[in-house]
Structures are given as C-alpha cells and as structure tokens.
C-alpha cells in the first residue's frame, strides 16, 4: 500500500472516529477524547479537517473547547497561513480566562514566523512577556530560526544575548540556528567564536552545528578548517552524516580536486556512511568540470549497481559534461534514456542539449527541441534562447536573430545583457554595424548598464570600418558612463591604429594604457 494511500485511510478512519464521538450520548465523551483524534489529524497535516470537525463539535454538542482545543486550532490556522483567525482564537482563550501556556504562544509566534512577519512576532513576543506570560526554549529557538530565515542572523544573535540566563537557559538548537545562518552570510569567523562560547558554556554541539560549520569553512574556501571539524566531531564520537561527508566532496569537486574528493569518498565508506545520489552527482559533476566525462559516466553508470537511483540533476550533469566536450550525441543518447525511464526532463536539461545542437550549427533540431519543451509545459528560459540566439547570429541568420528576439519579448521573458551582446556582435560581425549602433544606443536610451564587452564589441565594429574618430568618441562615452576600459579597449584600438598608420593617437593610448597598468 502506497504511503498516500496509508495517509488517505488514517483520515478517514479519524473523521469517522470523530462521527462516532458526536453521536454518543450515554455516557458524553469528554473534550479529552476530542482532542486526541484532532491532535492525530493535525500531526496527519489535516489541518482543514480538523478545523472542519470542530465547527461540528461546536454546533452538534454542549461540550466546550478546552485550551488544549484552541490551541489545536491556532495551530491549524497558523499552519493554513490564516493569522487573524490564529489571533481570534487567542482572544477568545483570553476571554474564557484560560491561561496560555508556552505551547500555545510558541504555536502563535510560529504562524507569524512562517508567512515571514517575524518584526511581529517579536512585538507579540514583548506584548506577552509584558503581561506576565512565559516563553520556553523552543519559544525562542522559534523566533531565533524565524529572524535567521528572513536574513537577520544580527539580530538573532541579540535576542539570544537578551534571553541568556534571564529568561531561559539557550540550547543548543539557538546556538545552532544562529551559526548555520552566520555560515550562510559568510561571517564564518564569528560563527567559529559562537561554537567556541557554546564549549565554553558546556553546550555540546550536535552534528547539525558542525554541519553548519563545515559548510561555512567549504564556502569561503577554507576546507582544511572544515577537515578539521570533521575529524574532531568523529573524535568527540559524533557520527557524521551523509550530508557531513557531502558538503566536503561537493566543495572539493567544485575546486577541480577530484582525487580529494573521492579520498573523502573512501573515508565515508569507511566510517560506515553508504553514499547517496548526492554524493555520485558531486562526483559526477567534479570529473565534468576538469573534461573527464568518461570517468563521470563510469560513476554514472555504477550508481544502479550501488543500489542508488539516478535524479533528473544526474542525467544534467552528464548531458551538459558531454555536451561541452561536443559530444552532443552522447547527449542526446541520455536525454532519450531519460524518456524510456520516464524521468522528466527539465528546462536545465534541455538547455544543456539546446546549448550543445546549436554550437554544433544544428539549429533546425535545436528548435524542435524548444517546440518540445513548450509541448511539456517546460517553458524555455533565457539562457536557452540565448543559445539559439548566439547559433543564429554566428551562422549570419541575422534577420531570423531579431525575429526571434521580437518574440523572445513578446513572451514576456526578461532580455539579459547576454542577449543583447550577442546580437550587436552579430550585427558587427555580419557588417550590420549602423543597426548593432542603434540597438546600442537604444540600450543606452533606457538606461540599461552596459558593459566592457559590450562597449569593445561595438569599438571593434568602428575599428573594422575604419571609423576611428567614432571608435574614440565611444570610448570616450564608455568612461563618461562609469565602464572602465580594459587591455581588450586598448588593444583593439592601438593595434587598428597602427595598421592605419594613426601612429601618434596608438601611441597617446599605448603610454595611457601602460601608465593603467595594463600592459
């Protein structure tokens, strides 16, 4: 029997209990039994049925809501996304002379924490506390992840400095959330010192907070720190998850250091941790990215022996791996695997293809395949139509580029600065250069930032046409407009120049581009 169908019959079975309770009358259930098959369907995340159900317990009984009742019911409004029925309800415990208890206030602050009004949820926090209510560990540890997810870690970490010992004792799920979000922003050193205070105070971290950690030290390139941190959670007989191990093969496949990688690989294994998708798609990705794909498709194709599935993100990696080394077919052959498994395509995958036929100038197959992604409700995104975009203009289909540009506008999909260079590039290329000035100075006109590359290409058309006095003029607009020159500025100037015999203006911007520092 399929989970969904488990979760389907445990309702049922729950509503019908329910039925049963209201229809007794000798002797009248209690509340309590009430409570429980609720409590069931909102643990099930049957949050309307349980609301459903206590309407009827409120118009078929006499038998009255207790506070474990209501707070069963903020949890449900909470949870459905409906603050202002979560608040009626606190109301109207108030009015019963009901005392709230932390359960239910935590409940309150969650509602308003997950649809990201977390400024409210400290107003409530102080309002409450002001009255004489109290709040637990979990009440905080609520508030504290509340503000991290919303990217204030600054001020999560003063509320942990204003409840520390006055209010409540902090645990280890503060301290954790705190640092995870301080590694998210980088400040990697300060979420070091808060593992150091969490030491200090006897406050045993868990594999989530080393987790964090290793994660923070592997993104701002520090992976012997986060080694370390491994081998000491190991030490002190915290067993590292999966995820542990992952983080550290992911960062150092990233980095090109694929023999690392697997060493860590190994290491896992041997701490008795079997590797997951996650672990192979790292791999896969770090022989990809250093041109390897033939080790990368080994990987691949041991994952079934491993007992592991492949994911729609394993077969990207190996399409967009044999696609960069123009191996398109290869490709191909897997996007057609992909069908006969009945694994989705996603817009990714098809991109990396679409990325692949066009560089290889197979166009017409290349908008098949977009036709197909339309037919899939796969919508294409920018980065796909800048591939046909860029295949178009270096094939001299200009005329076919702007069409399709027109349309790529008229879809409402948000033109890049990619996009853009590409066909004023073309335009150059293919002598079209009063038409790429216009689309330049359009851009210009609607105050798009345009840059380096964009300015040099369209210096390079003037150069090629011999227009010197424009290609300087331009680039004399380009430092008016905050784009620094760079050598490829000089170089396309100076060298065209000299072949004109303009000896004097290459030479002012040959010392100009030594005294820049970029010769």
Same mark, same amino acid.
């Given at each position: 029997m399929s989970?969904r169908r ?8 729950l509503v019908?209990a329910?039925n049963?309770?209201l229809?007794?009358?000798n002797?009248t259930p209690?509340?309590i ?11 099930a ?9 206590h309407r ?6 006499g038998?009255q ?8 019911l903020?949890?449900?409004?909470s949870?459905?996304?409906h ?14 002379g ?6 239910t206030?935590?409940?309150l602050?969650k509602?308003l924490?997950?649809?990201?009004e977390v400024?409210q949820a ?6 409450v506390?002001?009255?004489g ?17 919303v990217?204030k870690?600054r001020?999560?970490?003063q509320?942990?400095?204003?409840v520390?010992?006055?209010?409540v ?6 301290y954790?959330t ?6 998210k922003?980088?400040?990697v ?6 593992y150091?205070?969490m030491?200090?105070?006897r ?13 923070g030290?592997?993104i701002v390139?520090?992976l012997?720190n986060?080694?370390g ?9 915290i ?5 542990s191990f ?18 860590m ?9 079997? +590797?997951?998708?996650? %672990? *192979? $798609? /790292?791999?896969?990705?770090?022989? =990809?990215?250093? #041109?390897?794909?033939c !080790? &990368?498709?080994y ?8 007992g592991?599935?492949?994911i729609v ?39 990396s293809?679409i990325d692949g036929?066009?560089k290889f100038?197979?166009?017409?197959y ?6 197909e992604?339309?037919?899939?409700c796969q919508p +294409?995104?920018?980065i %796909? *139509? $800048? /591939?046909?975009l860029?295949?178009? =203009?270096?094939? #001299?289909r200009?005329? !076919? &580029? ?5 349309k790529?506008?008229e879809?409402?999909i948000?033109?890049d600065?990619?996009s853009y260079?590409i066909?004023?590039?073309?335009l ?7 038409d ?8 210009l006109?609607k105050?798009y930032?345009?840059?380096v590359?964009?300015y040099?290409t ?13 290609a ?7 430092k008016d407009?905050?784009?620094?020159p760079d050598?490829?500025t *000089?170089?396309?100037?100076?060298l065209s120049?000299?072949k004109? #015999?303009e000896?004097? !203006? &290459?030479e002012?911007l040959?010392?100009?581009?030594i ?5």
């Amino acid at each position: 029997m399929s989970l969904r169908r488990l979760y389907s019959q445990l309702h049922d079975n729950l509503v019908s209990a329910f039925n049963h309770l209201l229809l007794r009358h000798n002797p009248t259930p209690s509340i309590i039994e009430f409570d429980k098959i609720l409590d069931s369907l909102v643990k099930a995340k049957h949050y309307s049925t349980a609301v459903s159900l206590h309407r009827q317990l409120e118009l078929k009984t006499g038998i009255q809501s207790s506070l474990v009742t209501l707070s069963i019911l903020i949890n449900c409004f909470s949870q459905l996304g409906h603050i202002s029925l979560s608040f009626s309800v606190f109301a109207n415990i108030l009015k019963k002379g009901y005392h709230p208890n932390a359960i239910t206030l935590t409940t309150l602050i969650k509602g308003l924490c997950l649809k990201g009004e977390v400024h409210q949820a400290l107003q409530f926090h102080d309002k409450v506390v002001a009255q004489g209510f109290h709040f637990n560990q979990v009440s905080y540890g609520t508030l504290i992840n509340g503000l991290c997810k919303v990217g204030k870690t600054r001020q999560a970490l003063q509320l942990l400095r204003q409840v520390d010992g006055k209010l409540v004792q902090p645990n280890v799920v503060m301290y954790t959330t705190i640092i995870d979000g301080m590694c998210k922003d980088k400040l990697v050193n300060d979420a070091f010192d808060l593992y150091s205070e969490m030491l200090d105070k006897r406050i045993s971290p868990n594999v989530f907070t080393y987790n964090a950690l290793i994660y923070g030290f592997c993104i701002v390139g520090k992976l012997k720190n986060a080694i370390g941190l491994l081998r000491k959670m190991i030490l002190k007989n915290i067993n590292p998850s999966v995820y542990s191990f992952n983080i550290l093969v992911d960062a150092f496949c990233k980095e090109g250091k694929v023999k690392k990688a697997n060493t860590m690989v190994a290491s896992m294994m041997k701490n008795g941790t079997k +590797p997951d998708v996650v %672990t *192979y $798609n /790292s791999l896969m990705y770090g022989y =990809c990215m250093v #041109n390897d794909v033939c !080790k &990368a498709k080994y990987i691949f194709n041991s994952m079934a022996q491993m007992g592991v599935t492949s994911i729609v993100y394993s077969y990207n990696i190996m399409i967009n791996g044999f696609c960069k080394i123009k191996m398109v077919d290869e490709g191909m052959n897997l996007f057609q695997e992909m069908h006969r498994k009945n694994i989705i395509p996603d817009t990714i995958t098809y991109s990396s293809l679409i990325d692949g036929l066009c560089k290889f100038g197979r166009i017409s197959y290349a908008l098949e395949l977009v036709d197909e992604m339309h037919h899939r409700c796969q919508p +294409p995104n920018i980065i %796909t *139509y $800048n /591939s046909i975009l860029d295949a178009l =203009c270096k094939n #001299n289909r200009l005329d !076919k &580029a702007i069409a399709l540009l027109t349309k790529i506008k008229e879809k409402g999909i948000q033109l890049d600065m990619f996009s853009y260079n590409i066909l004023i590039n073309g335009l150059c290329k293919g002598g079209r250069l009063e038409d790429a000035q216009k689309v330049f100075e359009d851009l210009l006109v609607k105050g798009y930032t345009l840059n380096v590359y964009s300015y040099n290409t369209i210096i390079n058309g003037f150069c090629n046409k011999g227009l010197f006095d424009e290609a300087l003029t331009m680039m004399s607009k380009m430092k008016d407009n905050g784009c620094i020159p760079d050598a490829i500025t *000089y170089e396309i100037l100076i060298l065209s120049l000299f072949k004109e #015999n303009e000896n004097d !203006k &290459a030479e002012k911007l040959l010392r100009e581009m030594i005294a820049r520092g970029l010769l």
